[in-house]
């Protein structure tokens, strides 16, 4: 609900603050009193782009602020939340400031916002409804969610339903999508890896093998110096020459002291280190023997080992540093080859999955059009009896269920349907405003003062749908007046009842019934002309109606709009009243 406003060197507009309440206020003046810079002051601070003719003569700049009481809208505050806008108290504050000098500027809360984030914001505090304007109603989004409102919770639950099975669907296509757009990498990928693991599977590679195939290779490269160095050895210990064998020579020592030792026992521990001696020596040289017996030079082998160390070190530089990593990656290899290889059936899963799903689209789909389509019966029949009310007892309203056809669309009801987020129709307000016109777009009715009739009329029917906090109309009485100009105001009243509602009039039978009634007025202080804006009470409101009815001031005149005001208020006490 809108709060306070405040004007700062706007138009004739020097410094306006205005408070607002809940109900119905009436802002009335004579004709060029000033009331349009109010409608234009509040067009900007909704979001409109402004002309730097708004700016006072004289000044630099124009301020623009509007406090808005938002405890009651979740929605206004879960968008302000995602902006980063939102403030601990039910709070919103929007301020343009425009310059001749310097880009203008709009802040929400204080802080700087691009004017596209107050575009959103701003429809969910105000609809404002003019003659020259392009009103929300007209837009058919607003219509088909006006329509699902209207339709009750039944509606509003098969709705939801829709768009989760719809979101459902979508995503699945999105896989789907994704799955075929990666279908190309997905077999480079597959036969990459395939490719891979046949060359190392080929290798028949063995955790570790390296390490005794290099040990090998250095026997193989050194084997002449290693069968004279272990030929020379073996010489030593066991098979003599020139000299006694290290064998022979251990055998002959133990002999000794051995004989010595049945004299004197303590040879016996040396006896027994020799005599183990000789059986290590004994060992020793034959193991050197067999060593001896199989080392031989084989260019052949040393060429196998070459080549087997080289393949390895080849495999090493792609795969990892040895055996152990190579086999390794090889595992890892044929785990994602393995899971590619299921991705491959995944699409033909998931087009089972697509086709289940957009079945359920389209049930549902039609569940909700049925629902929409007795909704809009009833919003028919409602909103005609609205304007037989309005003087517009021949209009014609009617609401158009529209599904788009295509060929790769939905099939629903033996037809091919191109189905939406919101349902699989659209819908569209047709008007008739006069017999032999034809049917036409709400957005494409010609006379501004039905338009506001009937808008009028749509907003007052769709009181419990609509749940924007404060509307505004600009001068809904064009064109109308009596019995006509009666019933604007009764239902403007019935709107006001749970909702702030603001209109700009020239009619006394819609400005009695306000609960709240400002005056505009426009007069030359020295040299410069000021607008003002005053509430009245009392005889100040009785005072306004009277000249508003054309009539002679005069006692008259007086009691007329007393009886006007009395009769647009019943329940008020005698005390609310104007003094008489």
């Not at 010489?235 to 002999?255: C, F, I, R, V």
């Not at 697509?354 to 007795?374: D, M």
């Not at 939406?420 to 957005?443: D, K």
């Not at 508003?548 to 009691?559: D, F, H, I, V």
């Amino acid at each position: 609900m809108l709060l306070e406003l405040h004007l700062r060197n706007v138009a004739l507009i020097e410094r306006l603050d205005l408070e607002f309440e809940r109900g119905l206020s009436a802002l009335t003046g004579e004709t060029g009193a000033g009331k349009s810079i109010l409608i234009d002051g509040i067009t900007v601070l909704l979001g409109e782009r402004a002309q730097a003719d708004l700016i006072r003569e004289g000044a630099d700049e124009a301020v623009l602020e509007a406090a808005f009481d938002i405890s009651d809208r979740p929605e206004v505050r879960e968008l302000l939340l995602q902006e980063g806008l939102l403030e601990d108290e039910p709070l919103l504050v929007i301020r343009r400031d425009l310059s001749r000098r310097s880009s203008n500027r709009c802040r929400i809360n204080g802080h700087l916002v691009p004017l596209s984030t107050l575009q959103r914001v701003a429809p969910l505090l105000v609809e404002l409804q003019t003659q020259n304007s392009q009103h929300s109603l007209a837009t058919p989004a607003r219509q088909l969610e006006l329509l699902d409102q209207f339709g009750g919770e039944a509606l509003l639950a098969a709705r939801q339903a829709y768009a989760a099975a719809y979101r459902s669907w979508t995503a699945a296509m999105e896989r789907l999508e994704a799955l075929r757009r990666s279908e190309r990498e997905r077999l480079r990928e597959m036969e990459m890896l395939a490719m891979q693991l046949e060359e190392i599977e080929g290798a028949h590679l063995e955790a570790g093998e390296e390490e005794g195939l290099e040990e090998e290779r250095r026997r193989l490269a050194h084997a002449e110096q290693l069968r004279e160095a272990v030929a020379s050895a073996y010489s030593l210990l066991y098979a003599g020459g020139e000299h006694a064998a290290a064998t022979d020579q251990l055998a002959t020592a133990a002999k000794a002291l051995a004989q010595a030792g049945q004299t004197d026992p303590a040879l016996k521990e040396p006896l027994a280190l020799v005599e183990a001696a000789v059986a290590q020596a004994n060992e020793a040289a034959h193991t050197l023997r067999a060593y001896l017996e199989n080392l031989r030079a084989d260019p052949e082998r040393l060429d196998q080992v070459e080549s087997r160390l080289h393949l390895i070190r080849t495999l090493s530089r792609k795969y990892g540093d040895g055996t152990a990593e190579i086999l390794a990656y090889a595992a890892q290899a044929r785990r994602r080859l393995a899971e590619l290889e299921r991705e491959a059936g995944a699409g033909a899963e998931l087009e089972a999955e697509i086709t289940e799903r957009a079945r359920e689209v389209a049930r549902l789909g039609a569940e909700l059009g049925e629902l929409r389509r007795q909704a809009a019966r009833r919003l028919e029949e409602q909103i005609m009896a609205e304007l037989a009310q309005l003087a517009m007892e021949r209009c014609r309203f009617r609401v158009e269920l529209a599904r788009e056809e295509a060929a790769d669309g939905l099939e629903v009801d033996g037809q091919r349907v191109r189905p939406h987020p919101q349902g699989l129709e659209r819908a569209l307000f047709l008007i008739e405003p006069n017999p032999g016109e034809g049917l036409r777009p709400l957005n494409r009715i010609a006379s501004g003062g039905e338009l506001s009739r009937i808008l009028l009329g749509l907003k007052t029917a769709l009181a419990e749908a609509d749940a924007t906090p404060t509307l505004i109309f600009d001068e809904a009485d064009a064109g109308i007046g009596g019995r006509t100009a009666l019933a604007v105001g009764q239902r403007l009243q019935r709107l006001a009842r749970n909702r702030q509602v603001l209109c700009v009039t020239h009619l006394p039978q819609i400005a009695a019934h306000a609960q709240i009634h400002y005056l505009v007025s426009k007069a030359v202080e020295g040299e410069r002309t000021r607008v003002h804006v005053q509430r009245l009470e009392g005889e100040a409101r009785v005072d306004e109606l009277v000249r508003m009815l054309g009539s002679e001031p005069g006692e008259a005149a007086r009691a007329h709009a007393r009886h006007m005001l009395l009769e647009a208020h019943p329940s008020r006490n005698a005390s609310d009243s104007p003094a008489r």
